[in-house]
């Protein structure tokens, strides 16, 4: 059975104070490890797609890590606008289809 | 940017009542998902859809819950009758790739 852990379950930060959210995973055949945002009450906004372990992904003040058992999420300098929940999700072979197991999340929130 | 669409964004339902939920996905997305997210907890996949056809509905509750997307477009959830349990946020995705899924803003159901 896949299976995520994310961690810390909640992480508060100055603006500015980088910081890295862990995605720790089980699967058989990773097919990609998805990260996504999401803000109170909203959907999950795709952020990014990795595929193997070494690659790495940015998008403005963060970047997202592979390795075969964990990804990290890595904010650099964060505003607050970046305080939301973010969701990490796995996506096995191609026998389990294209669904995604989720963790629990890591609620972020950053202050001014 | 083209957007997933969901409707209604809100419901209360009584126990025992029928509600059904909408979802148009991104044009040209051939795969469409329904997911329930728990507060607090991540998403988890219902149902999936390759055009009209079911390919995952192994997490369906079969005995009230059914889902249809009959012209390969659009979709509906129901759920027939409503149990307190089911009170959750529903969310609709969809995709042209398997490696990157768009997520409605969901439809929030509150069963009294």
């Known amino acids: 059975e896949d299976q995520v852990t994310q961690s810390p379950e909640a992480l508060r930060l100055q603006e500015g104070e980088s910081s890295s959210l862990n995605c720790s995973y089980t699967?058989?055949?990773?097919?990609?490890l998805f990260w996504y945002r999401q803000d109170p009450g909203k959907g999950p906004e795709f952020l990014f797609t990795?595929?193997?372990a070494g690659e790495e992904k940015e998008k403005e003040r963060l970047k997202a890590t592979l390795t075969k058992k964990e990804s990290f999420l890595h904010i650099t300098a964060p505003k607050p606008e970046d305080s939301a929940t973010y969701l990490c999700?796995?996506?096995?072979?191609?026998?389990?289809?294209?669904?995604?197991?989720f963790g629990e999340g890591t609620q972020l929130t950053v202050n001014p | 940017e083209a957007e997933v669409a969901q409707s209604p964004r809100y419901k209360i339902t009584e126990k025992s009542q029928a509600v059904a939920f909408w979802c148009d996905p991104i044009?040209?997305?051939?795969?469409l998902y329904w997911y329930r997210q728990i507060l607090g907890q991540g998403p988890e996949l219902l149902v999936q859809?390759?055009?009209?056809?079911?390919?995952?509905d192994s997490q369906l509750p079969k005995d009230r819950f059914s889902a249809e997307r009959l012209k390969g477009v659009d979709s509906t959830l129901k759920i027939q009758p409503a149990e307190l349990g089911d009170s959750a946020m529903y969310l609709c995705?969809?995709?042209?790739?398997?490696?990157?899924?768009?997520f409605g803003e969901g439809s929030w159901l509150t069963v009294v």
């Open positions: 995705a969809s995709s042209q790739h398997w490696n990157t899924i768009y």
């Open positions: 699967v058989s055949g990773l097919r990609g």
């Open positions: 990795l595929y193997s």
């Open positions: 999700a796995v996506q096995a072979g191609e026998t389990s289809g294209s669904r995604l197991t």
């Open positions: 044009s040209g997305h051939a795969t």
């Open positions: 859809f390759q055009d009209e056809s079911v390919v995952d």
